[in-house]
């Protein structure tokens, strides 16, 4: 099945500060999704994305199908930001599951 | 439009026992998964559901587990005879097919076995 590889697994910044997170996937996608999971451990839909460039807000994403990444942009960015940012994927041609990234951890310091 | 809900949100129970979770979609979606997300790691699929069918099951689904949606609008995901490796936050999601198949998830119910 599809491999989804995210980087950094780790990121701590300043409030304010800019970022930008990458996800690889190994095959073409028929659907990418980016989420931000809560301390609660709710899953909040950010982009879905399967090409293109999308704008909400601060956050923005971008996927290149044909080079297989995408990535995730946040600005200016605020304490409330952090927590787990993940990435997945769906290559199509059986069940519609999706395949996460192990995700990227993001801490926002004041 | 309310989002997906699932409960109970949080479930304890001892090794050995039978626990049973309930996953509302949102309404009009006509496909509903569930995922299992253990600590540090990201979600994995379980099983999937068009309507009323099943239509695919992970090999991470053992035979102690069975998911049900019987009337094609909420779903079951039943687990027999817990063990402790089965203590995870169990996810659900639903999609609408014609809208790109974007999924949306529940809370969760996250389950400690003892």
């Known amino acids: 099945g599809i491999q989804v590889e995210q980087s950094p697994p780790d990121l701590i910044l300043q409030e304010g500060a800019n970022s930008t997170l990458r996800c690889n996937f190994s095959d073409s996608v028929n659907n990418l999704q980016w989420f931000h999971q809560n301390p609660w451990g709710q899953l909040i839909n950010l982009f879905y994305?399967?090409?293109g460039t999308k704008q909400n807000g601060r956050l923005s994403a971008t996927t290149v199908a044909t080079e297989r990444y995408s990535l995730l942009y946040i600005s200016s960015s605020q304490t409330t930001d952090s927590g787990v940012y993940f990435c997945a994927a769906y290559s199509g041609g059986g069940a519609d599951g999706l395949t996460f990234g192990k995700g990227t951890h993001l801490i926002i310091q004041p | 439009d309310t989002g997906v809900s699932q409960d109970p949100r949080h479930k304890i129970t001892k090794r050995g026992q039978n626990v049973t979770f309930r996953c509302d979609p949102i309404?009009?979606?006509?496909?509903l998964y569930w995922y299992r997300q253990t600590l540090g790691q990201g979600p994995e699929f379980l099983t999937y559901f068009q309507n009323e069918a099943q239509l695919e099951k992970s090999r991470l689904l053992s035979d102690r587990f069975s998911a049900e949606r019987p009337k094609g609008s909420f779903s079951t995901l039943e687990i027999q005879r817990t063990e402790q490796g089965d203590s995870a936050m169990y996810l659900c999601?639903?999609?609408?097919?014609?809208?790109?198949?974007?999924?949306?998830f529940g809370p969760g119910t996250r389950l400690t076995v003892l």
């Open positions: 309404s009009e979606h006509n496909r």
């Open positions: 994305i399967p090409s």
């Open positions: 999601a639903s999609s609408k097919a014609i809208d790109g198949n974007e999924q949306f």
